[in-house]
């Protein structure tokens, strides 16, 4: 696939170089350990690289290399860059369940806002937006692909930009609100990226434009993002549990303050929505990676400095 063939491309030319592990967090990086570092990574790009173009697993596991040796070069902190090994090792092991790389790219993008905020994530929005593909099959009812082209419509790229500019006005970006608004903008992107013709792209862009309209109106008296899905939806019940139990009484008066477990938690339950509309029409083996990001989620919801 075209998309492969660039990704790994772009792997086999990173820095030259047999680890697995890189430099612990919070050692500082001396030029010894980073040729190890570099090492570990070459050889796992190598190990890519030597899958065959038609192996399901290649495509997750460049990605998560890319991701890996990307954050690498951007900072010493390297928690997250550690957690993209492993993942990518988790992807070539035999009995790996199969993930995409747009789905690698989102829980990057997730990581980059977190870290760096709103704006250091823009480019990899738009990178996302580029992974789409000609031979990405469609999602629809009647199993049908659509080849038609997939990019981002109008309504999504201006909801964006509406969104971009709340966080302009001041909107800290790990705020509740903000963070759903954002995450019902990615469900519908990933989803139209996907060729989704369900009508669930529409659905989350509505999701996202209630809440960015309120926060376009401060006046308004019940919150959009306070929403909630009803218990006959949904999949993994114990972490809605968890999200329930983690949603604070005063949330209401608490939707646009800085709160890193806040903005997991926003995340959280939007991710479980996704993985429960990905687990009904595709089954559990679609919805496994879905869930997987709800786990981290949880996560950092309890724990906002985990990885």
Not at 19 to 41: I, K, N, W
Not at 216 to 235: F, K
Not at 279 to 296: I, M
Request: glycine fraction near 2%.
């Amino acid at each position: 696939m075209k998309k492969n063939k660039l990704i790994v491309a772009f792997l086999l030319f990173a820095a030259p170089l047999a680890a697995t592990e890189l430099t612990p967090v919070g050692q500082r990086r001396t030029d010894a350990t980073q040729r190890t570092d570099q090492a570990t990574l070459k050889d796992l790009a190598t190990r890519v690289a030597a899958l065959p173009e038609t192996s399901p697993a290649r495509p997750a596991a460049a990605a998560w290399v890319l991701v890996a040796q990307t954050e690498y070069d951007r900072t010493n902190r390297t928690a997250f860059v550690n957690d993209a090994v492993s993942q990518a090792e988790r992807a070539l092991a035999p009995d790996a369940p199969v993930e995409s790389a747009l789905a690698v790219h989102r829980a990057w993008i997730a990581h980059r806002r977190a870290t760096a905020g709103f704006r250091a994530a823009l480019p990899l929005l738009a990178a996302a937006e580029a992974l789409e593909t000609a031979d990405t099959p469609a999602r629809t009812k009647g199993g049908k692909s659509d080849a038609r082209p997939a990019h981002l419509p109008d309504r999504l790229h201006q909801l964006q930009a509406r969104l971009a500019a709340l966080w302009d006005a001041g909107l800290a970006s790990e705020s509740y609100a903000f963070a759903k608004a954002q995450h019902w903008l990615d469900f519908a992107a990933d989803e139209h990226h996907a060729r989704d013709r369900s009508g669930i792209v529409a659905a989350a862009a509505a999701e996202a434009e209630k809440i960015i309209g309120a926060l376009e109106s401060p006046d308004v008296v019940t919150h959009p993002a306070l929403s909630v899905l009803p218990a006959s939806g949904r999949v993994r019940t114990d972490l809605w549990a968890k999200a329930d139990a983690l949603r604070p009484a005063t949330l209401a008066s608490r939707l646009t303050n800085a709160d890193p477990r806040l903005a997991a938690l926003a995340r959280l339950e939007v991710q479980l929505r996704w993985a429960a509309y990905e687990y009904h029409q595709s089954g559990w083996r679609a919805a496994r990676p879905f869930v997987k990001l709800a786990e981290r989620y949880a996560t950092a919801a309890e724990f906002p400095s985990a990885p």
